[in-house]
């Protein structure tokens, strides 16, 4: 791939992820008593469900303003990462135990169909990592000044 096209190919990444945290982030504001239930019957987070369910959708947010600027985009990218990767661990832990209230879109797809949803933006989160190293200034080599002969 060439320079710009790595460019254009990042930010794509970039603005998929941003806009799926932020509307992930919202439905658990929406629905904030469901996903409240949700986590509180959930193996492992029933003592801390009460500031997971502010923790999560926040973090998802600073993770989307992150990919938002610039100068964060890549610390955001490998919070991605990391945040895709506790959810697919989560989500086979505790396996089909809890039902999974997703809202909006999310809701019609099955545990293995969001499963692979996640994948898909895991996938997505390391390509534009990968991009955003593979980016990188041409930078040209100082050279030192020519020496100044008197003759």
């Not at 949700?38 to 369910?53: A, H, K, M, R």
């Not at 945040?83 to 999974?100: C, D, E, G």
């Not at 999310?106 to 996938?123: F, H, K, P, R």
């Not at 041409?138 to 100044?148: A, R, T």
Request: hydrophobic share 55%; net charge positive; with cysteine.
């Amino acid at each position: 791939m060439t320079h710009s096209i790595r460019t254009w190919f990042a930010k794509i990444v970039s603005l998929i992820v941003m806009i799926v945290l932020i509307y992930a982030a919202l439905n658990k504001f929406i629905f904030h008593t469901i996903f409240k239930l949700e986590l509180s019957i959930t193996p492992g987070f029933t003592g801390i469900s009460n500031y997971l369910t502010w923790i999560i959708p926040g973090t998802e947010l600073m993770i989307a303003l992150g990919l938002f600027l610039h100068k964060t985009k890549t610390i955001a990218l490998y919070s991605c990462v990391v945040i895709f990767s506790f959810y697919l661990i989560s989500m086979f832990k505790v396996k089909f135990l809890v039902p999974h209230i997703r809202g909006g879109i999310l809701n019609n797809l099955s545990l293995i169909q969001y499963a692979a949803v996640d994948i898909i933006l895991l996938i997505l989160s390391l390509s534009g990592l990968l991009c955003r190293y593979l980016i990188k200034p041409f930078k040209e080599e100082k050279k030192d000044p020519p020496d100044i002969v008197f003759t």
